[in-house]
């Protein structure tokens, strides 16, 4: 079945550095690709997604860039703060299944 | 708006009783979703209603019962809860129209579930 590997599982860096998360999916029919982040005890909330036919997207101090030859997806931010710290999920969905495959996602540290 | 709203909050069941987690949208989105978050293994889809008179299974449906009562709201039924379904459920929905789904998917709160 579909499947969308996420790495790392953590990620610890200091404030004012970049991150970078990466996914890969397994079903190139995925046209849709989401990025939620979870703080702790609330809710999943989108931060940036991106569809099949753009490369890159940015928001501010967040970027996904996407490479449909290779299936993967990458979420960048950029001068990170504390508040940044979170789960970070991915997920890839396709036209017509109403299905999110999510990531195992990424619980990222930003040390003061 | 409230956007997604889920009760109760929390919950504490013993193996085999029953009990049904509500959710409503006032978004007026045609697709609404349950999933089960457990430690280490991501959201995954239990079953998804794409518009209002349909549900369908999703990844984990087992041990799970729907109902899409109307446009707003979509319920999800344990008939006989397991210690395995100890998890946190959270609803979404989204507006679905042509996208099939490919659209962004808003959260409720979730609902903490604990089986003893």
């Known amino acids: 079945g579909e499947n969308v590997e996420q790495h790392p599982s953590t990620l610890s860096v200091q404030e004012g550095d970049s991150a970078v998360i990466k996914c890969t999916y397994s079903d190139s029919a995925s046209n849709y690709f989401p990025w939620y982040k979870q703080e702790l005890g609330k809710r999943p909330q989108l931060i940036i997604d991106i569809r099949s036919n753009v490369g890159e997207k940015k928001d501010q101090r967040i970027a996904v860039t996407l490479n449909k030859t290779a299936k993967h997806f990458s979420l960048h931010i950029t001068e990170t703060q504390p508040e940044d710290s979170a789960v970070y999920f991915c997920a890839a969905s396709t036209s017509g299944t109403y299905k999110y495959i999510f990531g195992t996602g990424t619980r990222l540290k930003v040390l003061a | 708006n409230a956007g997604v709203t889920q009760t109760p909050k929390f919950q504490v069941l013993k193996t085999g009783q029953s009990m049904t987690l509500q959710c409503a949208q006032d978004?007026?989105?045609?697709?609404m979703y349950w999933y089960r978050q457990d430690p280490g293994m991501g959201l995954r889809l239990i079953y998804y209603?794409?518009?209002?008179?349909?549900?369908d299974k999703g990844e984990v449906p087992n041990g799970y019962n729907v109902s899409r009562l109307n446009k707003r709201e979509f319920s999800l039924r344990l008939e006989s809860a397991a210690p395995s379904q100890t998890s946190v459920y959270f609803c979404?929905?989204?507006?679905?129209?042509?996208?099939?789904?490919?659209?962004?998917?808003?959260f409720g709160p979730g609902t903490r579930l604990t089986v003893l």
């Open positions: 209603s794409a518009s209002e008179g349909t549900t």
């Open positions: 979404a929905s989204s507006v679905s129209g042509g996208g099939g789904g490919t659209d962004t998917q808003y």
């Open positions: 978004m007026n989105h045609n697709s």
